[in-house]
DNA sequence: GATCGATGCTTAAACGTTTTATCAAAATCT
DNA sequence: AGATTTTGATAAAACGTTTAAGCATCGATC
């Protein structure tokens, strides 16, 4: 029966002027509380819906955040986007959510989409190969925009995200201190300044102690349980000597396991293995797998405040935020 | 430096009027092909991105849709929301989501908000103890809506979910078959209909056999790893006899399996486990988790599939989608 | 050569808000 | 009592689109 109630409507039902019910219903104006009680009461009866839209074309508000991620299945980012889900709506915020699957154009043209439905600003986890360029478009429009996790070093948004190299540095101090001497890394791709660093990180650690991480005891590939499986029995039949298996993540490590059983290796006993992430399969893994902790759910909430901050105007310099990684010990190492 | 680009300047530089530009942008008036291309060539170099708040405001057409989760950083309802985004996203559609928790209050919130920001339409998973009044708003709005996996029988809107009763049976075929006489169910609350429909598929095909699943033997629980390590003990304890448990979902069934081991008993050997929702964690516990595959992905791109005919208009009756599931059959039967 | 129907484009109103400027009435001050 | 300020409310313009209605221009038709 389309019951179309605009502020029209609720200014007859109460009496008064369409701006003296917009003025009342955002407590701006000057309007005595008598009338402001009324109008919240007839809007209520109503059942007044304000309509956004037309408030954002004319105050250039907007009550729409969007989030742009690059796999919403992934349990990191799931994580993450419940979390900015979560403090966007605690303060009034909608988050609109898109997937780039790390395709740079789907990318773009999200943003672009975005942009056209009057988002207040970005929550973004650079999809491959993005570059400060890649979010001109943003900036053209002068809107603020927050990335998370994957630090492309763009100076002009702030970064929330982890410290790859601590976590780096975590493992391999760990493993050291189990008592390994040799090691090998499996997993991700040396585009990836997160892969980078973390690896940095370990090799940092081992030459603290005297050791090294040979170059053919590192295996590239896209993290995933495949890869695992496939680099790791690579790695194995390659004859290479190593006692500490350090995968890229908890997928890869999920991937290794299989090949380490297969070639007869006791995990935990043999050879020891950590991941990056704590994903919740970690925990019922055999046996449970020993991984640092690198709190998405922190990164969501934290990239939100800054984001919402950032709308509300607050305009001090960009912010850097490395959360600190916690080595979660468990029977595998 | 704020670059204001409405249709307006696309207009000027084009050297056309306003409305020439909407109408050759979008194609529907009588416009010479040559305009037509100078326009598309002025909103080009311009970097013309359409205000859809104005567009909406005016047409009251949208390409917004309402996702409205019980928890998007569950696994089966991240995919689901993933194939949603997916399908949304080709056909021009941007989503807005948002997580309810199992709160009501909340869900009547978040949908209000979202008709507020001018969604053209939902796709919702009902928060626990929803029913079709609570859709009220909607309808009043006149705005399609599509419920999934969780059954509240509201014949005003389409339904996709899969067909729990065949999964309780699929279950419980495969345990018989594999030689099983007595069965527990572990996890889920008798308020939810799916797991009326589970468990009555279980007894159902058990009866067929002359097997019965005594009321000492189903434990009650809100699904999780805690319930199904705490029931599962306590069902142990209870000294009541099983060789098969049915777990109401594979999380559940990640704490039956810790129970399981603490009692000494060997999974796949001693006792049966099946689970549902095949989550990636079921296939690398110790050992691997037979399970019923529901096709989250599925749901997500039917949903969204029959949302979008509905906003575009396609008046045919209501439709029930109940997607048939599929056992993975593994090593803990 | 007047009439007609396409064709191609424009004018202007409308969508539902917010906000500035304005105004009347009431309260306060000389 | 008259001048001034304060209070409470309103009218109207504006935001960027879409779209119905209108208006030339042109080619074809009688």
Not at 19 to 41: E, P
Not at 312 to 325: F, I, Q, T
Request: aromatic letters at 6%.
């Amino acid at each position: 029966m389309g019951k179309k109630v605009s502020i029209r409507q609720v200014a007859e039902h109460a009496g008064v002027s369409v701006a003296t019910v917009s003025l009342a219903l955002s407590g701006k104006g000057r309007i005595s509380s008598d009338t402001v009680r009324q109008v919240k009461k007839s809007a209520a009866t109503l059942g007044f819906i304000p309509n956004r839209s037309a408030s954002r074309l004319r105050s250039g508000r907007s009550l729409l955040i969007g989030l742009v991620v690059n796999d919403i299945a992934n349990p990191f980012f799931a994580e993450l986007s419940a979390d900015v889900e979560a403090h966007a709506s605690e303060n009034g915020y909608l988050s609109v959510i898109a997937n780039t699957n790390d395709d740079i154009e789907k990318q773009a043209s999200v943003i672009e989409t975005m942009i056209g439905q009057g988002v207040a600003g970005f929550i973004i986890v650079p999809a491959d190969t993005s570059t400060p360029d890649t979010f001109q478009v943003i900036r053209d429009h002068d809107m603020p925009y927050v990335l998370c996790v994957r630090d492309i070093g763009d100076g002009k948004a702030d970064f929330i995200g982890f410290d790859n190299f601590t976590a780096g540095v975590m493992a391999a101090e760990h493993l050291v201190e189990k008592g390994h001497r040799t090691f090998a890394f499996v997993g991700g791709r040396l585009s990836v300044d997160n892969f980078r660093r973390r690896l940095d990180g370990v090799r940092h650690a081992l030459a603290r102690h005297g050791l090294t991480l040979p170059d053919n005891c590192v295996r590239e590939g896209v993290p995933s349980r495949a890869i695992g499986l496939a680099e790791t029995g690579d790695l194995l039949a390659s004859g290479a000597e190593f006692t500490a298996l350090i995968c890229y993540n908890d997928f890869v490590a999920v991937g290794a396991y299989a090949a380490l059983n297969q070639a007869g290796r006791t995990i935990g006993e043999d050879v020891a293995v950590v991941g990056f992430d704590n994903v919740p399969e970690s925990e019922s893994l055999s046996p449970p797998l020993t991984t640092i902790e690198l709190y998405p759910r922190a990164i969501g909430n934290r990239s939100a405040r800054a984001l919402i901050d950032a709308v509300n105007g607050s305009s001090g310099p960009h912010e850097r935020v490395y959360l600190a990684p916690e080595l979660i010990s468990r029977s595998s190492t």
